[in-house]
């Protein structure tokens, strides 16, 4: 399936404005323990509606092998991506979002999850980078946030190590480039600090 010559720049002015949100979002951020999740769903329901969640949210998109190219591997769903993306923080990758241990998300715990996806931090700390839109998916519900954690760690794993992070001005072997902000959309306020640490 050949990708529309329009629809990979689209993808990127959209995911451009979202990296751009993130360099500067001061989203107010709040977790909840799964014990105390607001929910009545039972577990069964909680992994469908992650599924519903991950689907409408574009997961799939950057985090499963071929899904900006409009031929995602299913097999594969969100293993994590070796097409980087390429801007002021230097080139990220999309994470192993499956409950592999080794190479995803199995040494998270669900509250771990919803912690990364409300406060832009991984487990250890380290800053999720753009083109993530952390910022957004910070709304969730806990109802919400929590079923998109209970799929996540529902799904087969698979290995696979993404790329490492390259630092700003090393030359990426294959990302999306975002060009320098015309003085329009140019941040008005600096990135936090961590943000350019990976």
């Known amino acids: 399936m050949k990708l529309s010559s329009l629809a990979l720049p ?5 995911v451009l404005a ?27 329901e909680k ?13 799939n998109d950057c985090h499963t092998p071929g899904g900006l190219y409009g031929a995602p591997d ?8 070796e097409l980087g993306w390429t801007g002021p923080w230097g080139t990220s990758y999309p994470a192993n979002l499956t409950p592999d241990p080794a190479t995803g998300l199995g040494n998270y715990t669900d509250d771990d999850i919803v912690t990364a996806l ?7 700390g380290a800053p999720i980078l753009p083109p993530m839109p952390w910022p957004i998916y910070a709304n969730l519900t806990d109802d919400d946030a ?12 698979v290995v696979h ?3 490492k992070i ?25 990135p936090p600090a961590d943000s350019t640490k990976g």
Not at 18 to 31: G, I, P, R
Not at 47 to 59: D, E
Not at 176 to 182: E, G, M, T
């Open 74 to 81: 299913m097999n594969r769903m969100l293993s994590g991506s």
């Open 161 to 163: 190590a993404a790329p």
């Open 18 to 44: 979202v990296a751009l949100a993130s360099c500067s979002s001061n989203t107010k951020t709040t977790t909840s323990s799964d014990s105390t999740a607001t929910s009545a769903m039972t577990p069964e």
């Open 166 to 190: 390259l630092p700003p001005g090393t030359k990426a072997p294959a990302a999306l480039v975002f060009p320098p902000p015309p003085a329009w959309d140019a941040p008005r306020n600096a």
């Open 47 to 59: 992994v469908a509606r992650g599924k519903y969640m991950v689907s409408v949210l574009g997961c």
């Open 118 to 124: 409300r406060t832009g931090h991984k487990k250890d």
């Open 146 to 157: 929590y079923s998109v954690a209970a799929f996540l760690k529902s799904i087969p794993p």
């Open 10 to 14: 689209a993808a990127a002015t959209l």
